[in-house]
Structures are given as C-alpha cells and as structure tokens.
C-alpha cells in the first residue's frame, strides 16, 4: 500500500511503500460505536501549495461547525510545504459520515482535485488509545504522525505495545496530545499522532527509554519503516 502523514500517496505520510499481505488475508478492525477517526495525506504540486493551504483552512472552519464535530486539525508538513494532513475526530460514524455527504465538504475535494500531485489517501480509524484534546496549542506546537505497519498476527501484540507507550508518554508535560489509531479496513495499520512543545521535546521522547523499547519490540513486527512526520498547524 502507499502511504501518504497518513498521515496518513496523498502526504503524514506522503509516499513510503509499504509492504503489505493481501486484503482477504487481514481482518478488518471493528469500528465502534464510540468517536470516529481519520487521517487523511495530502500532496499537492508544489506552486499549488498556497491554494491548497487555503482551501483546507476554509474546509476546516466549515467543518468544525458540523454536527459531532470533535476536532479537526489541518496541517503542512515541516519541510515540505505541499505536503498535508488532516486529523478529524467525530462524535460517531453517522456524524463522520453526514460530514463526507456535505455539500462543503464535496465542494472542497472538487477544488483540491485539479492541484493534486497524488490521491487523497483517507484513513477513516477506530481509536485504541486517545485523549481528550488540549484546551489550548501554541502556533509553535510540533505535530507528528506516524504510520505504524505490522504483519497481520502482531496486530494484537503492537495495539498492547502503543497502549503502553501511550501511557509513558502522557506523563512527561511536553506531551500535548499523544493518541493511537487502528486503521478501520486494515486492522494490522495504525496511526500514532502526538502534539509536543517544540521539537526539542520530540527529540527527548525518541531517546527516552520507553520510546526505545517501543522501537525495539515493534521492529521484528514491522511489515514496513516506521515512517514518522513532522508537521506544523495551518
């Protein structure tokens, strides 16, 4: 599969190749009927970069009014501005759902279609690990996504794994935000998105202990590169 942040292709995660078993071969993650979740990858080509980021600010604020409507959050990539990631969280699938069908919603893909370098790569997810967001984000606030890909028996073992590291993580106060996702139409994808401080508290998390014995147990899982993207908010 493509990757995008990914998010999750379309940027979170713009282009990494993935290798992945067949999709009869996997079973599907069951949605619940608690919040819905998705990330969507987007990369436009590169002079459309400004008329995309306009675009997905104008979809955004028309969105957060929308009914169920819990979070949504558009983002560039850090340095690599015609790459983006939306980040939505829904108050269940019939609210993510009538959002999709909404005429503001069908008007922005319509725009953003022409200015696409790739797919619109969406992610629709079930969360397995989340938070409630933070009241407040500073402009200045480093948001990374991260694609997690194992081999379809070590789903179960790396959904164990990313409750664990959502908990060590949550107690250092750079953490804003720290959730995880399970990709809704493949149960053995996840989505792992963070909000830190400044990148210096990035750079802490990835050498902390837990973070290293994270990566350690992950990688014989790995059906791919642990594939992690920095972003900025709009």
Request: hydrophobic share 45%; proline share 5%; glycine share 6%.
């Amino acid at each position: 599969m493509k990757v995008l942040v990914r998010v999750l292709g379309g940027t979170l995660i713009a282009a990494a190749a993935a290798a992945a078993a067949p999709v009869a071969a996997q079973a599907p993650a069951v949605q619940s009927e608690g919040a819905a979740y998705a990330v969507t990858y987007i990369e436009v080509a590169p002079s459309a970069a400004g008329e995309a980021a306009a675009l997905l600010q104008e979809v955004a604020a028309s969105s957060r009014k929308q009914a169920g409507n819990e979070r949504y959050d558009v983002l560039r990539r850090i340095g690599r501005d015609n790459q983006f990631a939306i980040l939505e969280a829904w108050s269940g699938l019939k609210a993510a759902e009538a959002h999709a069908g909404s005429d503001a919603f069908r008007q922005f893909k319509d725009k953003l279609r022409p200015l696409q370098a790739s797919f619109y790569d969406e992610r629709p997810s079930t969360g397995i690990a989340v938070a409630p967001a933070p009241a407040t984000v500073a402009r200045d606030a480093v948001y990374v996504i991260t694609h997690v890909d194992v081999t379809p028996p070590n789903k179960d073992a790396c959904i164990g794994l990313l409750k664990s590291l959502a908990e060590d993580t949550r107690r250092d106060r750079a953490a804003l935000r720290f959730e995880a996702w399970q990709q809704n139409n493949r149960a053995n994808h996840f989505t792992v998105t963070e909000i830190w401080a400044d990148r210096a508290a990035i750079d802490s998390h990835i050498a902390a202990p837990a973070t290293r014995e994270f990566r350690d147990r992950l990688g014989p899982m790995s059906g791919a590169l642990y594939d992690e993207r920095l972003y900025r908010s709009l």
